[in-house]
């Protein structure tokens, strides 16, 4: 396995990490625990070595999942986990006031069973909270050696600038794929001046741009596509060229649609470092082929110019979902 450095940090962690949300929660009834404890442990012979989970994932019982799972191997991996979604009774949206922060990290490591969570990313702008009450919590946790590194998921560059500031951002986590360029905006120049890893969720576009779904294609009740703009079978319809974009790419290099969708983005940048989720072995396996597929200078140059010509269509979250990003 490749290994990249996640921005200024020194962080190093696998080139393609391995995202647990799917395994409990947002894409249908939970998988099968002892499958996925074995997926866990197939992830590392295989070199994965960067996992995460967030307590928002079931919620709570993802970081069980990837604490017993990772346990025996917990001196070869990095993971990590989030804070600031998870509602209560006093905070309903979820709260990043400095006292949550420090209760919510003791249970993370409770949960995760680890005397340290490697990289602890806030998972939503908390507008009730001033960044900098933000990143001095963190800062205060890295220096009582409870955390090893600060992250932010879903941030406007200018409020990561602000948290740096007070705390060095090691890596900032928000989706990023073909099918969502959002981050090449302002988000990407910002990380690359301050020296910070980008860490691309949902990098295969909910699994559309595998080209396993059309517009045919049912999911479970409890599915968060269901509810996703983008995946209306108009919309899917409509979006079905960034896919056969990829596999015509995909052809030529004897590769897959997804590994394709996974090779541009590690083409992007080398402090770029995605993390697919799935279930399944195989595609752990399909996903990891990735990293050894080079796409040249022309292939690139072909994926864009086709790309612009397309024009996605659909939001990417419902409204009250959309409006808790880019804050």
């Known amino acids: 396995m490749k290994m990249r450095t996640l921005g200024a940090s020194g962080l190093e962690v696998s080139a393609l990490g391995l995202g647990c949300m799917g395994m409990s929660a947002s894409y249908g ?3 099968d625990r002892g499958e996925m404890i074995a997926l866990f442990r197939t992830a590392v012979e295989l070199g994965v070595t960067f996992f995460d989970t ?4 079931g919620p709570y019982v993802n970081e069980e999942l990837v604490g017993e799972a990772l346990a025996p191997v917990r001196d070869r991996v990095v993971i990590a986990t989030k804070f600031g979604l998870v509602g209560t009774d006093e905070f309903p949206h979820g709260s990043s006031h400095p006292d949550v922060i420090r209760a919510t990290t003791e249970a993370s490591l409770q949960r995760l069973g680890v005397d340290k969570i490697d990289l602890l990313y806030q998972h939503r702008v908390d507008p009730e909270v001033p960044i900098e009450e933000v990143a001095g919590a963190v800062k205060e946790l890295i220096e009582a050696g409870k955390i090893g590194h600060f992250g932010m998921s879903e941030a406007a560059a200018s409020t990561v600038r602000r948290a740096h500031a007070v705390q060095p951002v090691t890596a900032v986590q928000s989706e990023y794929s073909l099918w969502w360029r959002r981050p090449e905006d302002e988000l990407l120049s910002t990380l690359e001046e301050l020296g910070i890893g980008f860490v691309p969720f949902s990098p295969l576009g909910r699994g559309f741009l595998t080209g396993a779904i059309d517009q045919h294609t049912t999911f479970a009740s409890d599915d968060f596509r269901n509810i996703i703009p983008r995946f209306t079978p108009a919309a899917r ?21 997804a ?14 470092v995605p993390i697919p989720g799935t279930t399944k072995v195989s595609r752990l396996q399909e996903n990891l082929g990735a990293v050894e597929i080079e796409l040249t200078p022309a292939d690139l140059a072909e994926i864009e110019a086709a790309a612009q010509l397309i024009k996605v269509e659909g939001d990417r979250y419902p409204d009250a979902l959309e409006q808790r990003t880019n804050l």
């Open 237 to 257: 319809t409509a979006n079905q060229g960034l896919v056969d974009l990829l596999k015509r790419i995909a052809g030529r290099k004897n590769a897959t649609a």
């Open 259 to 272: 590994q394709i969708a996974l090779a541009w983005l590690l083409a992007q940048k080398p402090w770029i």
């Open 54 to 57: 967030a307590e928002a994932y």
């Open 29 to 31: 009834p939970p998988a």
